[in-house]
């Protein structure tokens, strides 16, 4: 990494910024939707004695026209007084400079960048230059498709701007078919992140990703065991009467709830004992991972033979038949082992795509060739 770079992601620690010291979490609703319904959001809140950042959207981006849009700065006021009635920090999403203006105006502690926000370098950038000089911390959420680089491109653009309180938001991606979950949590994703930045605080967003309160709590746990820095719940007095997200929400007595269910793993491990035997389970992982690799490697001589074949022979590379086969036998095997159907099936479909990329290299081969004679 350049030293450039490297002064960017020099960031200000968590703990001197968040209320919850080195962890960071956001609660409350989805949108902001009346004063007595931030009022009485934060006094759930609050009384659950945790600490917490309380936040509420009053610039709504909806994906179709119609829906609730958010009450716009007539809101601003009343997060001001929620944040001093019962000394919280507050937060709020914004989209464009004009929102970070008005936010700034009515001394919001914190803000977020949207998913639909990040997509956006132009609109990332107009953000990033109207907090040129300004010191608050920016939770920047992940962009709706799963695009790493689009996700670190806005946090550098903030960090452009000078911010050094910073936090990533993972809030999920979106697919055609995110069953069972709203958004899919792709956790290679944030993994990857924080292998890259293991400086940078990552809060999930466990709303967004599961859509439903039935599926908070294994989204919660996993972040936690994937050592996540915070959680981020859309909480609501009435849930069901929500303006906006009803379906994902839940109230306080329900986040008291899911919290208590909750494992939280310790974060370092020093038991020279459980060092040692984790080392010679790792050292196991990593010989089966060789011999993956080689096996990977084997089956790929025989996928680019074949290809040869094909190519020989004029036959087409993709065979319904054969494929048909190849996913009946992964599943099989695999299921009788007890490992879960759609993990046999990104494996397979890995597999079969890299195969079907060696067999087209050596059919685009032949067709060089032929141009060339
Ligand atoms: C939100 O947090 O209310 C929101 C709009 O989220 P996202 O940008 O993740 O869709
Ligand atoms: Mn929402």
Redesign the pocket.
């Known amino acids: 990494m350049s030293e450039n770079a490297d002064s960017l992601w020099s960031l200000r620690p968590l703990d001197s910024w968040s209320p919850g010291g080195n962890r960071l979490d956001v609660f409350g609703p ?2 902001a939707e009346s004063e007595e319904q931030l009022t009485r959001a934060a006094e759930g809140l609050v009384a659950l004695e945790r600490p917490f950042v309380f ?1 509420a ?1 009053i610039w ?2 909806r994906t179709r026209p119609g829906s609730f849009e958010g009450l716009g700065v007539t809101a601003l006021p009343w997060l001001k007084s929620i944040k001093a009635r019962f000394n919280i920090p507050v937060i709020t ?1 914004v989209a464009k400079a004009e929102h970070v203006e008005a936010c700034l105006e009515h001394d919001i502690d914190m803000l ?1 960048i ?3 926000t990040t997509v956006n370098p132009f609109s990332v950038q107009e953000i990033a230059d109207a907090l040129n000089g300004v010191d608050i911390p920016i939770l920047v ?1 992940n962009p709706i498709h799963p695009d790493l680089s689009l996700w670190i491109g806005a946090l550098e653009r903030v960090m452009g701007a000078g911010i050094k309180s910073v936090a990533a ?1 993972h ?1 999920g991606f979106h697919y055609h078919d995110n069953r069972p979950y709203r958004n899919m949590p792709n956790w290679e994703l944030p993994i990857e992140l924080k292998r890259l930045h293991p400086k940078l605080p990552i809060i999930c ?1 466990i709303s ?1 990703i599961a859509g439903s309160p039935d599926l908070l709590h294994q989204v919660a746990q996993r972040a936690l065991d994937l050592m996540m820095d915070g959680l981020h719940v ?1 909480v609501h007095p009435d849930p069901q009467e929500a303006l ?2 009803a379906r994902q929400q839940i109230d306080p007595d329900a986040l008291e709830y899911l919290f208590k269910g909750l494992r939280v793993s310790r974060r370092a491990v020093n038991d020279p004992i459980f060092i040692a035997e984790l080392e010679k389970l790792r050292s196991q992982i990593d010989e089966i991972d060789t011999r993956i690799v080689e096996l990977l490697v084997e089956r790929m001589k025989v996928v680019e033979e074949i290809g040869e074949q094909k190519r020989d022979k004029g036959v087409s590379i993709f065979q319904l038949k054969r494929w048909k086969a190849i996913i009946e036998h992964y599943m099989s095997q695999g299921s009788e082992e007890g490992l879960s159907g759609s993990f046999l099936r990104e494996v397979v479909e890995a597999i079969h795509s890299e195969s079907i990329d060696i067999q087209q290299r050596i059919m685009d081969g032949r067709m060089m060739d032929q141009s060339k004679s």
């Open positions: 989805c949108s936040r959207g709504k981006p999403e977020w949207g998913a639909r959420k938001i809030r967003d967004h859309e906006s997200d």
